[in-house]
């Protein structure tokens, strides 16, 4: 079972572009984390979010947890070629375990 | 600043063969994960393991797979007798102690196992 669904799954966009990647659950976490991953290479992480409704920015990058801890969403601005990736969430329930996301690969064209 | 380290970074073995993968946390971590990527799929929790002690294995496979961290050394995570289904790409995980609920834990670059 899937706990974590990640929509769209595939994006190809031009340089300069906006967009958001979604991060969808019916069950609560205690956090959630957001990674990217390049290829032949480990996720590394980008923001953890904690608190319900809290939103984070880093540089043209920003991150929301939904009120009710179920959701979260990526908000990418200006995207550049540089930001291209497959992108994961990965939340946290009372146990240790990292439930991750079904991906959302991410192609940005100059 | 090492990050968390794997080795190797590729591995093939022949079907029946024995797997070893390693694992050393980052500096101060002393909790490590594991996680199993198969082709096109997501990430999968494996393991979660303290110094010397298996916290959580619900997601190991019930044979063939065995996890350790010892007291002094890396984790290994040890897969025998392999078979084709069990290529994919390892990674490991560490977080801090007391991590305080927010559970952020660091990757490393992964193990790619290539079952020939």
């Known amino acids: 079972t899937q706990l974590l669904e990640q929509s769209p799954q595939f994006l190809s966009i031009q340089e300069g572009e906006n967009l958001t990647v979604y991060c969808n659950s019916s069950?609560?976490?205690?956090?959630l984390q957001w990674y990217r991953q390049e290829p032949g290479e480990g996720p590394v992480l980008l923001v953890t979010v904690v608190t319900g409704g809290e939103v984070k920015k880093l540089k043209r990058l920003t991150f929301q947890f939904g009120d009710a801890r179920k959701d979260s969403s990526l908000h990418i601005t200006a995207a550049q070629p540089g930001d291209t990736g497959l992108y994961l969430c990965?939340?946290?329930?009372?146990?240790?375990?990292?439930?991750f996301g079904t991906g959302t690969r991410l192609q940005v064209f100059p | 600043n090492a990050g968390v380290m794997q080795n190797p970074r590729h591995l093939v073995r022949r079907r029946g063969q024995e797997a070893r993968l390693r694992c050393s946390p980052m500096k101060g971590h002393s909790h490590v994960y594991w996680y199993r990527q198969l082709p096109e799929e997501g990430l999968k929790f494996m393991v979660y393991?303290?110094?010397?002690?298996?916290?959580?294995e619900s997601g190991m496979p019930k044979e063939r797979f065995s996890a350790e961290f010892p007291k002094e050394g890396p984790s290994i995570l040890r897969i025998q007798q392999v078979v084709r289904g069990d290529s994919a790409a390892y990674f490991c995980?560490?977080?801090?102690?007391?991590?305080?609920?927010?559970?952020?834990?660091?990757f490393g670059a992964g193990t790619r196992l290539s079952v020939l």
């Open positions: 393991l303290q110094k010397e002690n298996i916290i959580d």
């Open positions: 069950s609560v976490f205690s956090s």
């Open positions: 995980a560490s977080s801090p102690v007391g991590s305080g609920g927010k559970n952020i834990q660091y």
């Open positions: 990965a939340g946290a329930k009372n146990t240790d375990k990292l439930i």
